[in-house]
């Protein structure tokens, strides 16, 4: 996918780095990062992966899963890029903080991978719903998405 970079400044540590970055226009589009800050790749939300979320959902009836583990679910089941885990946040790659400021001046034109979920796509019905319960396990140790 061929996006903007944009240069980043941590508010933390100072480093400025570049990132990619989608326009305002984009419905439905997202750039996930690592936790390294290095990789990058391109999501959309048009993928049959949101169509899986939602059967599983339902068929966990969880009604508190949310947007934003929509986002966590698609990281937390995509395919590694150069062997890094995608993350729904971009951090610093000096100290890995997601406290940053964004030029709005393109600096580059970068390419980046469109995110894969080959190995969630080979799982079969019990494997995946194991699968999405060691999600959800994942994700009520971090409360991420209890209210």
Known sequence: ?????????????????LT??????CYGEFIFGCHCGKAFAYHTTFDPLTTIFDLLCHIHQNDRLDNNSLYDFSCYFADKINGHQLS?????QKCKSTNLSIEIKKAADWDIPETSYSTLYSLSKDELLEAFNKFLESKTQKNDYLR
């Open 20 to 25: 990619p970055r989608l326009s305002d226009f």
């Open 1 to 17: 996918m061929h996006v903007a970079a944009f240069e980043t400044t941590c508010l933390n540590c100072n480093e400025i780095f």
């Open 88 to 92: 729904n946040k971009i951090v610093c």
